[in-house]
């Protein structure tokens, strides 16, 4: 049987706290009396999300896409934050182009892209491993994509870099039940949402709050996979015809 989790009293460490659906769920957080360890890139912006929001009780600024950043978190987590029973791997960046424009050297960028989506948060869930098993329960939540499912042609690396976690997300549930660790590992496959990430992308997108709050609203009823929004559709239609499903995501 599915047992409900709880956010109330818990400290959540949050990636990509200080845009989109990270800042969205902020906000979520805090109403369910959880406290926030924010992380991000722009060192201003962690400092004024701490600053202006009584739950995001501390902040580091940290490129995850760096070597060593990830070891940096996961240590100030293990001496500042030992309590910590949430870890909610939500950052990401999406590089858009043809990556057969010889034009264009992509490899600085390909490498960038997957040390964020994909290095980062298995690096970030198996150094806090040590930390989130010795709690009465906890929980590691990736946010992956639609397009872990069904890529679309002009963000190939992307969309790896999901699949990836979504594959690894997979396995590590099923380790930490082997191991007996009082852990559960949530996907959320995330719908097209209205953020910073899709600016480029003119179609009707779902709003960064409600995206939010069925991450929250998905985790608290102890789900293995949270499908938002279209993603739930294309959950269906894939399992149906794939084919189908490619030719829906490459139309996007
Ligand atoms: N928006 C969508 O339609 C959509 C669809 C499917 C899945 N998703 C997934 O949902 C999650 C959130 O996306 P979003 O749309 O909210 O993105 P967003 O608006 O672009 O926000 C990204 C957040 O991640 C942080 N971040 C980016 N690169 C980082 C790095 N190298 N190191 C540390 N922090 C970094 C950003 O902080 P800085 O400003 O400091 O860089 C920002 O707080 C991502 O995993 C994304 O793949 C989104």
Redesign the pocket.
Known sequence: MRQRFDFNGRKVLL?????????ELVNRLAARGAQVLA????PA??AQLVAENPAVLDGM??????TG?VQAVADWVKDRHPDTSVVI??????HRGALTDAAQDYLEAIS?EI???LR?PLALSVALLPVLRRQSSAAIVN?????AIAPRPDAAV?CAT?AGLRSFTRALRDQCRHAGYPIQVTEVV?????????AP?ATR??P?DR?AADLIRGVEAGLEEVWVEKAKALRVVHRLSPKLAYRIMRAR
């Open positions: 990636t990509g706290a200080t845009r989109g659906i990270g800042r992380i991000a890139r722009d912006a962690v600024a940290a490129d995850l896409g760096e950043a791997n939500n950052a990401a960046i999406m960038m040390a964020v989506n980062a946010v992956t994509s639609g397009l992307y999901k995330m719908t097209l949402v209205d953020t910073g990430l899709t992308v997108k779902y960064a995206a």
